[in-house]
């Protein structure tokens, strides 16, 4: 699969990068994940997701993300 | 230690000592975390009589152990210190990211002592602890230094902030966190400024150590799947708590003009579907929450509206101080409104119902313009902000008004200490409650002084009639036991609160996570223990505590204008207080018994219930004076009792009584009188 982002739905919650850390680290720590939030504050507000190279497209983080700011570029 | 950070970080600001303690497995087994942890360590550790603004207050700032592990929104940190807004137990609690990064950082608590010589800021880096200078960041703005102190470190900091109002010691000032969340309430932001902390910056990089690593994440995904199944979650997602603006009109219990009223006519400007579709930019969560409730904003300057700034928020809250209760009639005035708040540091609700409580002082003249130094009205944000400024920087009026409305009024004479909507000095947040008879003894008996959340029971009012007093005591009390229980997780309870979601969830999944087998029970009586211990730390620091602070403004108990009746009335509350009191095992004066402490293993605390006897005036007017000792006649109790049992005590059939008064207001005979009351019988026609 490859994952889609849309950084204007994310909410900075951070449920990715907990799942991730514990389905590919078995951890939990979200430092570990292979994905980061960056905050744009206080102006304009918002958030960005930047994946790393890390990243296997395993999807656990698309699954888990309450805002659909990660999704399935194939399934689109 | 699994679940936990597994250490305590001490920090004296005096002599700069840092110290780290590990946690003691037996003490996390009993007091959980969080709020737990809070209020043990503040009862042990400050010491009774303590200056809130002193160098011998503390602030307990404690993560729990569901904090930062895969669970919806484990993002709850507590912070305790002894109020300076109220005198008794403070505490407030707050999401956002904080509370994770400690236990990343290996901290369960962090303990503040002492003042700091300069202004200095707190730098947490794993192991790494240092008192550093916050000099350039002094006198500046919570959303301003936070922003620095990002640009200085690095963005992945998560920093708590105080803004002026902190610096400047007004009561009600708050912490700042992540450009929009605060720790708002009792004052823990001026117990910061006092010991010229600034800010706390904290990054943690490592693990929390899990018990059953495979059984939490299957019971934490199920927990998600569970909060994504549910058909509430999108509304929560798009509304956030401005959801129920229009709710709270239609019951009537919108905080509007300092309470005079419960309907604002401009509540539709102000609702959680307008405000998204008019200034929302993004959803902004607290660490691990699916359900997004924070709402960030931008409003715009054009012809209508005067200012261009991006704010969190407003929650509900802060739409109903600062909007109803200013009657700050659009949304956009309101979300000036909470960024003027926000950057000064003063907790929107506190700084909603002083200015409110301003406003109206000044139309009944209580206030001049020459007090003021400028005309204050109801309805005018600018009025609003100039109040706001004028507080957070102790200048002219506002160096009464930043004491908060119960010691202000004071100042400004009993005219406007009837205007002062406060309980304990703390004041009443956004649910009006004269027609909701348990949300009244929840706001009356708040371990905090009058805040919403710590029981929200207003629902109960709605869903089994409002008039009815059956079952309401037993009902906040159910209540009150569960809230600690999420605050000493350190989780959020939005989704039990709003999504129905099963407490039976939480049990399972700290035993996977922390080892620790609970059941519910267990945790609900762990947070009875909570509840005694606070109601102990009142007792202990307030000479004459009781009753008397569990009572409502008497402006909820009169009919406001527009409306022919309402359900509470103070004979109803009092009956409501005792039977609420007798449920929990207290006196009827509101002390814990022995008994209970017994019980709760608090027996620590014994030392401190008050022992004094309650003395007592009584005067006797009509030929029932025959009946009593004499005419006037002191009378000492060794407990509290009521009217009716002191009659019956003193031999003297009630029904012979036709009025009692309590220092001149009328009473009823299911009042118990405290220390100190001069007590007046009277026959029911004592003309001769």
């Avoid at chain 2, 780290?20 to 709020?35: M, Q």
């Avoid at chain 2, 309650?614 to 009509?622: A, F, P, R, T, W």
Wanted: charged share 25%.
């Amino acid at each position: 699969m490859k994952i889609g982002i849309n950084n204007s739905l994310c909410s900075g919650c951070r449920v990715c990068q907990l799942i991730c850390a514990l389905t590919c680290e078995k951890v939990n720590n979200p430092k570990k994940g292979r994905l980061e939030i960056v905050g744009h504050f206080p102006v304009p507000g918002g958030y960005e997701i930047k994946m790393t190279d890390e990243c296997n497209q395993c999807g656990q983080c698309v699954r888990f993300c309450p805002m659909g700011a990660l999704y399935r570029e194939d399934e689109e | 230690m699994n679940g936990y950070g597994g250490k305590i970080l001490r920090v004296n600001l005096t002599s700069g000592l840092i110290k780290t303690e590990p946690l003691d497995p037996r003490f996390a087994r009993e007091w959980i975390g969080g709020r737990g942890f809070a209020a043990r360590l503040l009862y042990d550790e400050v010491k009774r009589g303590a200056n809130p603004l002193g160098e011998e207050n503390k602030v307990i700032i404690a993560s729990g152990p569901l904090s930062g592990v895969f669970v919806p929104a484990g993002a709850k940190v507590a912070f305790a210190a002894k109020s300076p807004a109220t005198g008794g137990y403070g505490e407030s609690n707050m999401g956002g990211h904080f509370s994770p990064e400690m236990k990343y950082a290996g901290y369960d608590v962090i303990i503040i002592e002492g003042t700091a010589p300069q202004p200095s800021y707190l730098f947490i880096e794993d192991d790494r602890v240092e008192i550093r200078s916050a000099q350039k960041y002094w006198g500046k703005g919570c959303l301003t230094s936070e922003k620095m102190l990002k640009s200085d470190l690095r963005e992945e900091f998560q920093i708590l902030t105080i803004g002026p109002a902190g610096e400047n010691l007004v009561r009600f000032a708050c912490i700042s966190h992540d450009f929009g969340r605060q720790a708002g309430r009792t004052g823990m932001g001026t117990v910061f400024g006092s010991k010229k902390l600034k800010a706390i910056a904290i990054k943690g990089t490592e693990a929390i150590p899990v018990a059953n690593v495979k059984e939490a994440t299957r019971l934490g995904k199920e927990m998600f799947k569970q909060i994504f199944d549910n058909p509430a979650l999108k509304q929560w997602q798009d509304y956030g708590t401005p959801g129920v603006v229009n709710w709270a009109n239609e019951i009537e219990a919108f905080p509007t003009r300092n309470f005079q009223m419960e309907y604002f006519e401009h509540h539709k400007n102000l609702s959680g579907q307008l405000m998204r579709d008019r200034i929302v930019t993004s959803d902004k969560a607290c660490f691990g929450c699916p359900m997004s409730c924070g709402k960030y904003s931008h409003t715009r300057k054009t012809s209508k509206y005067k200012y261009n700034v991006w704010v969190e928020g407003p929650e509900y809250e802060t739409i109903a101080l600062c909007g109803g209760n200013c009657a700050l009639p659009n949304i956009e005035d309101v979300a000036y409104a909470n960024w003027v708040c926000d950057e000064l540091g003063i907790d929107t609700i506190s700084s909603g119902a002083v200015i409110a409580f301003a406003m109206e002082c000044f139309e009944k003249g209580i206030i001049t313009e020459k007090d003021a130094g400028r005309k204050i009205r109801f309805g005018d944000v600018d009025s609003f902000a100039y109040l706001a400024k004028k507080i957070a920087y102790q200048k002219g009026i506002g160096k009464i008004l930043a004491r908060g409305t119960r010691d202000a009024s004071k100042v400004f004479g009993p005219e406007a200490e009837k205007l002062a909507m406060q309980i304990k000095g703390l004041e009443i947040s956004g649910y009006s409650f004269r027609n909701a008879l348990a949300m009244a003894l929840a706001y009356g008996t708040c371990d905090v002084g009058a805040h919403h959340n710590r029981a929200w029971a207003i629902t109960y009012d709605i869903e089994v009639g409002r008039q009815k007093s059956e079952g309401k005591a037993a009902k906040v009390i159910f209540l009150q036991h569960v809230r600690p229980m999420f605050d000493m997780l350190g989780t959020c309870r939005l989704q039990w609160v709003e999504l129905g979601f099963e407490l039976e969830n939480y049990p399972k999944i700290l035993e996977a996570v922390t080892g620790f087998k609970y059941s519910l029970e267990e945790l609900l009586k762990f947070s009875e223990k909570v509840w005694n211990l606070t109601r102990m730390f009142w007792a202990r620091e307030i000479k004459g505590f009781g009753q008397t602070y569990d009572w409502p403004p008497q402006r909820f108990f009169k009919v406001p204008p527009g409306k022919e009746k309402i359900f509470l009335t103070r004979e109803i509350y009092d009956q409501l207080l005792q039977e609420y009191y007798k449920l929990r095992g207290w006196n009827k004066n509101g002390i814990p018994t022995r008994k209970k402490l017994r019980e709760l293993n608090l027996e620590f605390t014994m030392g401190d219930l008050p022992h004094k006897k309650i003395k007592l005036e009584i005067q006797v007017v009509g030929y029932i004076k025959e009946l009593f000792p004499g005419e006037r006649f002191p009378l000492e109790l060794e407990n509290p009792l009521t009217i009716r049992e002191i009659l019956k005590r003193l031999k003297v059939k009630e029904e012979l009584v036709g009025l009692v008064t309590v220092n001149g207001e009328p009473g009823n005979k299911d009042h118990v009188p405290s220390d100190g009351d001069k007590i007046m019988f009277m026959a029911f026609a004592a003309g001769g």
